[in-house]
């Protein structure tokens, strides 16, 4: 190994570590805070319990353990596998087409979701909750159908599958999707309030099965994404100093979309639209860490986690015991966000 490849590891390791213990701490918040006084050690001891194969004990009641290990823990674990699913695909979405204001929902995955969920409330097929109710499952698809025909749109006529081509036809093909879904809305009205509330997105209703569903699927994909951190450095100098340098672009950028989509999919089907998460995370990341995507995929992941399992608990601790959406409080934090990486991208 190279002294400067060991300069380099050197920070990339710190602000992982640094990272997993922000991370940390915050997974211990939001499992120690909540509306019912429970003993912290108690919480904590209880959750270590289930995650654990051994048995560690515990004084908390019955309905405190309950509580800890069907309501807390569960919902914590799928925030953590959510915002890191979120933010691995909009780093990824980022690198692929060299553009920081790219998101996972650039390809119309948010619009092919939310139709997909839309068609699935309005024919009372399922209420989004268990594992593969019919709103995930028409959701999941409908996320991606978009992505597929956004693909098929973007390439037709342009055989070099140019970024700015496949940005266009997401633009499109998510305003279609779009249409129907509010066509779909104005037809069946009693619908609007529920179809709205999943909108905003939310771990309310999250419990193992979710977690289940969700879980191995993120793994796998972001996985698949952190080994393709060299690629996308080599994808970030520009498609064809990429080409000259045996990187067969068109393919590459295709695999990347696919999994990326896969990952937001499988987070949109178990939480909804949660905005702002893959672009505030990764560009947070590249400003931290420096621009090598073998940094920035790491701390994305793991600042994704880290972020909304915050989000979360500031969504059902700032009114309680009413509860927020939790896209209204990433939107909080992302909308003056985006007006900073705009003024940033402008400069």
Not at 24 to 35: D, E, H, M, Q
Not at 78 to 89: D, E, K, Y
């Amino acid at each position: 190994m190279s002294a400067a490849s060991v300069r380099a590891a050197g920070p990339r390791a710190g602000w992982t570590a640094g990272a997993l213990a922000l991370m940390v701490l915050a997974a211990t918040l939001a499992l120690i805070i909540g509306p019912t006084e429970i003993d912290r050690g108690g919480v904590l001891r209880a959750s270590l319990d289930e995650l654990l194969p051994w048995t560690i004990g515990h004084s908390l009641t019955d309905t405190q353990a309950s509580i800890v290990a069907n309501l807390r823990l569960p919902r914590v674990v799928l925030g953590l596998i959510v915002g890191a699913a979120l933010s691995t695909a909009g780093a990824t979405f980022q690198g692929v087409f060299r553009n920081p204001l790219a998101d996972p929902y650039l390809l119309g995955v948010a619009a092919g979701g939310g139709l997909g969920a839309t068609i699935a409330f309005v024919n009372e097929w399922g209420d989004g909750q268990g594992v593969l109710d019919a709103v995930q499952v028409t959701a999941f698809v409908g996320a991606l159908a978009s992505v597929a025909i956004t693909w098929t749109v973007g390439v037709l006529g342009d055989r070099a599958r140019s970024a700015t081509s496949l940005i266009l036809a997401g633009v499109a093909v998510a305003s279609f999707f779009t249409a129907v879904q509010t066509y779909l809305q104005q037809q069946n009205t009693e619908d609007i309030r529920q179809i709205y509330v999943w909108f905003l997105g939310g771990l309310t209703t999250s419990g193992w099965s979710e977690v289940g569903q969700a879980v191995v699927p993120t793994a796998l994909c972001v996985a698949a994404l952190l080994l393709a951190g060299r690629t996308l450095d080599v994808l970030s100098v520009g498609d064809d100093e990429a080409a000259m340098l045996g990187v067969p672009v068109g393919r590459v950028r295709l695999l990347l979309v696919v999994i990326a989509s896969l990952l937001t999919a499988t987070a949109v089907a178990v939480s909804g639209l949660i905005a702002f998460v893959g672009l505030i995370v990764p560009h947070t990341a590249r400003l931290l860490a420096g621009t090598s995507y073998r940094s920035v995929l790491p701390l994305s992941a793991i600042g994704g986690a880290t972020f909304l399992v915050l989000c979360d608990l500031a969504a059902r601790t700032l009114l309680t015991p009413a509860e927020l959406p939790i896209g209204v409080v990433t939107a909080f934090f992302g909308a003056p966000f985006f007006i900073v990486i705009l003024r940033t991208a402008r400069r």
